[in-house]
């Protein structure tokens, strides 16, 4: 049938179309789907992670229960930095003198948050099987605690460190060093320092495992992302370490 502006379709003919419609809309539905895990697993395996801070050893920087947001291409692809806060696995020993929390919850609606979160890289239940230390010493460097104005330094000079928790009065670590940083490892300190079992802990207690290996650290935290009301990224402090270099 035609008339004056053409062809007349059918009526049944758009009925035809809704069933491939239907198909092409699921299609699409699946690909996004799909996308979206991949994208997920991609972030969460290859650029970030998120952890709870499960001590108080980097007191005040960060607090029992806070979560960091990490970025896993330090050191795998970026390099580290004296001043990087850093997660790493257990070297050997550690965790059993941390003192570690464990994070709980009862909200089932908080928990299952924190699930769909955990599924993107943006939530973690692992801060228990980690550590959480600031980077002092490269490989190569020298580090001695403490000088005469009860400084820590690195390759000889002094460091005015702001971010340390001490006692008033008090030098910048409980312990007396004088170490070098081996190839391929690190010298990690909590900025808590007189209430952290970090590299100057294991040293003092004469431990097997004090410095810990570049191949144990996860990444470098980043941000401080929870609470809100402390939100903040976390310095490396170049100032700081301005002329340690060797």
Same mark, same amino acid.
């Given at each position: 049938m035609t008339d004056a502006a053409g062809p007349v379709e059918p009526a049944h003919a758009s009925l035809q179309r809704k069933p491939n419609g239907m198909l092409k809309f699921l299609r699409d539905l699946l690909i996004i789907f799909v996308a979206a895990l991949l994208v997920s697993f991609l972030v969460k395996t290859f650029l970030i &992670?998120?952890?709870?801070?499960?001590?108080?050893?980097?007191?005040?920087? !960060?607090?029992?229960? @806070? &979560?960091?947001?990490?970025?896993?291409?330090?050191?795998?692809?970026?390099? !580290?930095?004296?001043? @990087?806060?850093?997660?790493?696995?257990?070297?050997?020993g550690w965790l059993a003198n941390e003192s570690p929390t464990t994070e709980q919850s009862t909200n089932p609606l908080m928990a299952g948050f924190k699930q769909a979160l955990s599924s993107v890289g943006l939530a973690s239940q692992d801060g228990n099987n980690h550590l959480?230390?600031?980077?002092?010493?490269l490989p190569g460097d020298k580090i001695e605690c403490c000088n005469s104005l009860g400084q820590l330094s690195v390759n000889g000079v002094p460091l005015d460190e702001p971010y340390i928790n001490v006692p008033a009065g008090k030098p910048s670590d409980a312990y007396e060093y004088s170490v070098t940083v081996?190839?391929?490892?690190?010298?990690?300190?909590?900025?808590?320092?007189?209430?952290?079992?970090?590299?100057?802990?294991?040293?003092?207690?004469?431990?097997?495992?004090?410095?810990?290996?570049?191949?144990?650290?996860?990444?470098r935290a980043f941000v401080l992302s929870w609470p809100i009301s402390r939100w903040t990224t976390l310095s490396d402090y170049p100032d700081v370490f301005k002329g340690t270099s060797k």
């Amino acid at each position: 049938m035609t008339d004056a502006a053409g062809p007349v379709e059918p009526a049944h003919a758009s009925l035809q179309r809704k069933p491939n419609g239907m198909l092409k809309f699921l299609r699409d539905l699946l690909i996004i789907f799909v996308a979206a895990l991949l994208v997920s697993f991609l972030v969460k395996t290859f650029l970030i &992670r998120s952890f709870y801070i499960p001590s108080g050893s980097m007191m005040n920087t !960060l607090m029992v229960n @806070d &979560r960091v947001v990490v970025n896993e291409l330090t050191p795998k692809i970026t390099p !580290l930095h004296r001043g @990087d806060v850093i997660v790493f696995k257990d070297p050997g020993g550690w965790l059993a003198n941390e003192s570690p929390t464990t994070e709980q919850s009862t909200n089932p609606l908080m928990a299952g948050f924190k699930q769909a979160l955990s599924s993107v890289g943006l939530a973690s239940q692992d801060g228990n099987n980690h550590l959480i230390k600031r980077v002092i010493g490269l490989p190569g460097d020298k580090i001695e605690c403490c000088n005469s104005l009860g400084q820590l330094s690195v390759n000889g000079v002094p460091l005015d460190e702001p971010y340390i928790n001490v006692p008033a009065g008090k030098p910048s670590d409980a312990y007396e060093y004088s170490v070098t940083v081996p190839k391929n490892k690190l010298w990690v300190l909590g900025d808590n320092r007189y209430f952290s079992e970090d590299s100057a802990a294991h040293n003092a207690a004469g431990d097997p495992v004090v410095f810990v290996p570049e191949d144990d650290v996860v990444g470098r935290a980043f941000v401080l992302s929870w609470p809100i009301s402390r939100w903040t990224t976390l310095s490396d402090y170049p100032d700081v370490f301005k002329g340690t270099s060797k």
